[in-house]
């Protein structure tokens, strides 16, 4: 019986092998964040964020690409996400009292990543969608709370009124050592620009990537392992840490709707200039990536009373044909 179920089992690998070894050219992603995840009982500010994934290679764009051409590989993304704000007391009805606004931003995206020889990549996208009640977050957090069996939040009669959204986001990260055939450090340049209604911000910072990795265009750490090649995919084991200063000139979930006359309760005046980071590790195999991610933030209000929120971010990828 024992020979019998082994060549069974063999002959049921025999038949996945090639699904496995075929070329991964799409990926599915799911995010989670909250502060809830650092275990310190905090249900404040940036309290959760849920997104959801779907790279792809543009098969046109690809197909344009020589070995003379400067970019070496094109991704797409398709996006879908929600983020819940609200004060560092989220139990707060009286309106004085409130130091960061109920309110949240649900919204779909679309992007490109452009990969260039010397580790440099282009990421440009824009997303439409809404900030304050038609955002959702009410629902979603006293949904989270009601499965958990935390005690509801009270306080979402108080959130900022619904306006439009849209917004356009570019980033680009420039590699600074040289490229080597077996390295374990890599050292970008960061630069971010955010235009639009809920978000109009300019970043720039490093990121540090630490371990076993591939060179961008191949790395999990900008969403690149999905590939057309059929050939295994080698592992990645890494560290990353990625500082930035971030100067914003209007951030809806602070300030209100940019166009709407009637805001809401508890708008207030934003930190103009603020340090933040994030820091984290991740695996990724032959289907999947996983990564686990924790972020740092000075208050982006200044009503805030805390001075700065901190919250931990999973994720969990799988590649496929």
Same mark, same amino acid.
């Given at each position: 019986m024992s020979s019998a179920f082994f060549r069974i089992l063999l002959f049921g690998f025999s038949l996945l092998l090639p699904h496995l070894m075929a070329a991964q050219s799409h990926e599915l992603q799911v995010i989670s964040e909250n502060d809830a995840y650092l275990w310190n009982k905090h249900d404040g500010y940036y309290t959760n964020g849920i997104f959801l994934n779907f790279h792809y290679l543009p098969t046109r764009l690809n197909a344009r690409l020589d070995s003379t051409h400067? /970019?070496?590989?094109?991704?797409?993304?398709?996006?879908?996400?929600?983020?819940?704000?609200?004060p560092e007391n989220v139990f707060l009805v009286t309106t004085h009292q409130i130091d960061r606004p109920y309110t949240g931003y649900l919204y779909?995206?679309?992007?490109?990543? #452009?990969?260039?020889? +010397?580790?440099?990549v282009l990421n440009v996208c824009a997303s439409f969608g809404f900030t304050g009640k038609n955002s959702y977050a009410k629902q979603m957090q006293t949904l989270i709370h009601n499965t958990f069996d935390f005690i509801p939040p009270e306080g979402w009669v108080n959130q900022l009124n619904s306006e439009l959204s849209f917004n356009l986001r570019g980033r680009?990260?420039?590699g600074l050592l040289p490229q080597q055939p077996k390295r374990w450090l890599d050292v970008f340049a960061s630069a971010q620009l955010e235009?639009?209604?809920?978000?109009?911000?300019?970043?720039?910072?490093?990121? /540090?990537?630490?371990?076993?990795?591939?060179?961008?265009?191949e790395s999990s750490l900008f969403n690149a392992r999905i590939s057309r090649n059929s050939s295994p995919q +080698?592992?990645?084991?890494? #560290?990353?840490?990625?500082?930035?200063?971030?100067?914003?000139?209007?951030?809806?979930?602070?300030?209100?709707?940019? #166009?709407?006359?009637? +805001?809401?309760?508890?708008?207030?005046?934003?930190?103009?200039?603020?340090?933040?980071?994030?820091?984290?590790?991740t695996a990724a195999f032959q289907r999947f990536t996983i990564s686990s991610t924790f972020s740092y933030t000075q208050r982006e209000a200044l009503r805030m009373q805390k001075k700065s929120e901190q919250y931990g971010g999973f994720a969990i990828a799988y590649r496929f044909n």
């Open positions: 400067k /970019v070496t590989k094109i991704t797409s993304t398709y996006q879908i996400g929600q983020m819940i704000y609200n779909a995206q679309k992007g490109y990543s #452009f990969f260039y020889r +010397k580790n440099r680009y990260v420039h235009l639009g209604t809920p978000f109009t911000n300019a970043s720039a910072g490093f990121l /540090v990537q630490i371990g076993l990795f591939q060179k961008a265009s +080698k592992p990645e084991i890494y #560290f990353f840490f990625h500082p930035q200063l971030k100067y914003q000139l209007y951030n809806s979930t602070i300030q209100g709707g940019l #166009f709407i006359q009637d +805001k809401g309760p508890a708008t207030g005046d934003i930190t103009h200039l603020l340090y933040l980071h994030q820091l984290g590790v």
